[in-house]
Protein backbone atom coordinates (compact mmCIF):
# COMPACT_ATOMS: atom_id res chain seq x y z
CA UNK A 1 0.00 0.00 0.00
CA UNK A 2 1.26 3.26 -1.00
CA UNK A 3 0.02 6.67 0.77
CA UNK A 4 0.75 10.04 -1.13
CA UNK A 5 0.96 13.15 1.81
CA UNK A 6 0.77 16.06 -0.91
CA UNK A 7 0.55 19.81 -0.76
CA UNK A 8 1.84 23.00 -0.65
CA UNK A 9 4.86 24.73 1.44
CA UNK A 10 3.86 24.96 4.50
CA UNK A 11 0.94 22.98 4.38
CA UNK A 12 1.51 20.82 6.98
CA UNK A 13 2.94 17.41 4.72
CA UNK A 14 6.37 16.86 7.28
CA UNK A 15 4.17 16.97 10.75
CA UNK A 16 1.26 14.78 9.16
CA UNK A 17 4.65 12.42 8.23
CA UNK A 18 6.13 12.11 11.77
CA UNK A 19 3.38 11.24 13.49
CA UNK A 20 2.68 8.58 10.69
CA UNK A 21 6.27 7.10 11.55
CA UNK A 22 5.93 7.62 14.91
CA UNK A 23 2.10 5.60 15.14
CA UNK A 24 3.88 2.91 13.10
CA UNK A 25 6.97 2.55 15.29
CA UNK A 26 4.42 1.82 18.10
CA UNK A 27 1.97 -0.83 15.72
CA UNK A 28 4.53 -2.13 13.43
CA UNK A 29 5.57 -6.03 13.48
CA UNK A 30 9.06 -4.81 12.00
CA UNK A 31 11.47 -2.05 11.04
CA UNK A 32 10.54 1.12 9.65
CA UNK A 33 12.63 3.38 7.37
CA UNK A 34 12.29 6.77 6.85
CA UNK A 35 14.31 8.27 4.13
CA UNK A 36 14.94 12.24 4.21
CA UNK A 37 16.65 14.65 2.45
CA UNK A 38 19.28 16.53 4.64
CA UNK A 39 19.17 15.54 8.76
CA UNK A 40 15.67 17.15 9.62
CA UNK A 41 13.85 14.77 11.71
CA UNK A 42 16.50 13.45 14.00
CA UNK A 43 14.51 14.68 17.12
CA UNK A 44 10.73 14.45 16.10
CA UNK A 45 11.23 11.05 15.14
CA UNK A 46 11.27 7.70 17.54
CA UNK A 47 14.92 6.36 17.80
CA UNK A 48 13.48 2.99 17.07
CA UNK A 49 12.54 4.67 12.94
CA UNK A 50 16.31 4.02 10.74
CA UNK A 51 16.48 7.27 9.51
CA UNK A 52 18.38 7.57 6.04
CA UNK A 53 19.45 10.75 4.56
CA UNK A 54 19.53 10.55 0.90
CA UNK A 55 22.37 13.07 0.26
CA UNK A 56 25.10 10.74 1.77
CA UNK A 57 24.41 8.44 -0.47
CA UNK A 58 23.95 10.32 -3.73
CA UNK A 59 20.36 9.96 -4.40
CA UNK A 60 19.19 12.28 -7.01
CA UNK A 61 17.12 10.82 -9.90
CA UNK A 62 13.98 8.02 -9.50
CA UNK A 63 16.09 5.10 -11.15
CA UNK A 64 18.65 5.54 -7.91
CA UNK A 65 15.48 5.70 -5.29
CA UNK A 66 14.17 2.69 -7.17
CA UNK A 67 17.68 0.90 -6.36
CA UNK A 68 18.17 2.10 -2.87
CA UNK A 69 14.43 1.05 -1.80
CA UNK A 70 14.93 -2.49 -3.39
CA UNK A 71 18.41 -3.20 -2.00
CA UNK A 72 16.97 -1.84 1.42
CA UNK A 73 14.52 -4.93 1.45
CA UNK A 74 16.75 -7.34 -0.33
CA UNK A 75 18.93 -7.10 2.49
CA UNK A 76 15.83 -6.69 5.41
CA UNK A 77 12.84 -8.58 4.69
CA UNK A 78 11.54 -7.42 7.73
CA UNK A 79 11.13 -3.73 6.69
CA UNK A 80 7.25 -3.29 7.11
CA UNK A 81 7.06 0.30 6.21
CA UNK A 82 9.02 2.68 4.03
CA UNK A 83 8.68 6.77 4.41
CA UNK A 84 10.26 9.39 2.20
CA UNK A 85 10.43 13.03 3.05
CA UNK A 86 9.87 15.45 0.14
CA UNK A 87 10.49 13.17 -3.37
CA UNK A 88 11.11 16.37 -4.83
CA UNK A 89 14.07 17.19 -3.53
CA UNK A 90 15.19 13.95 -3.29
CA UNK A 91 14.91 13.08 -6.89
CA UNK A 92 14.10 16.77 -9.14
CA UNK A 93 11.00 19.02 -9.82
CA UNK A 94 10.10 16.45 -12.47
CA UNK A 95 6.05 15.98 -11.58
CA UNK A 96 5.78 13.13 -14.46
CA UNK A 97 9.03 10.89 -13.14
CA UNK A 98 7.20 12.11 -9.70
CA UNK A 99 4.44 10.74 -10.57
CA UNK A 100 6.07 7.35 -12.60
CA UNK A 101 7.91 7.12 -8.59
CA UNK A 102 4.78 6.78 -7.12
CA UNK A 103 3.23 4.42 -9.86
CA UNK A 104 6.15 2.00 -9.30
CA UNK A 105 6.37 2.28 -5.50
CA UNK A 106 2.91 1.71 -5.38
CA UNK A 107 3.44 -1.62 -6.78
CA UNK A 108 6.61 -2.60 -5.17
CA UNK A 109 5.07 -2.20 -1.67
CA UNK A 110 2.07 -4.34 -2.72
CA UNK A 111 4.21 -7.42 -3.91
CA UNK A 112 6.66 -6.82 -1.25
CA UNK A 113 3.72 -6.50 1.36
CA UNK A 114 4.89 -2.89 3.26
CA UNK A 115 3.31 0.49 3.26
CA UNK A 116 5.43 3.70 1.59
CA UNK A 117 4.56 6.83 2.80
CA UNK A 118 5.65 9.81 0.41
CA UNK A 119 5.78 13.24 0.94
CA UNK A 120 5.14 15.76 -2.31
CA UNK A 121 5.49 19.46 -2.25
CA UNK A 122 2.88 19.94 -5.14
CA UNK A 123 -0.60 21.24 -5.35
CA UNK A 124 -2.80 18.50 -4.76
CA UNK A 125 -4.97 19.78 -7.56
CA UNK A 126 -2.32 19.03 -10.81
CA UNK A 127 -1.72 15.02 -9.72
CA UNK A 128 -2.70 13.12 -12.11
CA UNK A 129 -5.75 10.44 -11.38
CA UNK A 130 -3.52 7.73 -11.17
CA UNK A 131 -1.86 9.47 -8.29
CA UNK A 132 -4.81 11.18 -6.66
CA UNK A 133 -6.29 7.83 -5.65
CA UNK A 134 -3.17 7.25 -3.25
CA UNK A 135 -3.93 10.78 -1.05
Partial sequence: MIHVIMGLK???????????????????NGDVVC??????????????ARLVDSQEYGISTPDMLKGFISGLHA????????YIDNLYKTIGNDRAAGEDFILWAAQFAE???????????????????????YL
Fill in 35 to 48: IEYGKKLTYDVNYR
Fill in 111 to 133: ANKMEITVTVSDDAALASEEVKK
Fill in 75 to 82: GNFDITNV
Fill in 10 to 28: GSGKTKKLIDSINAAIAEA
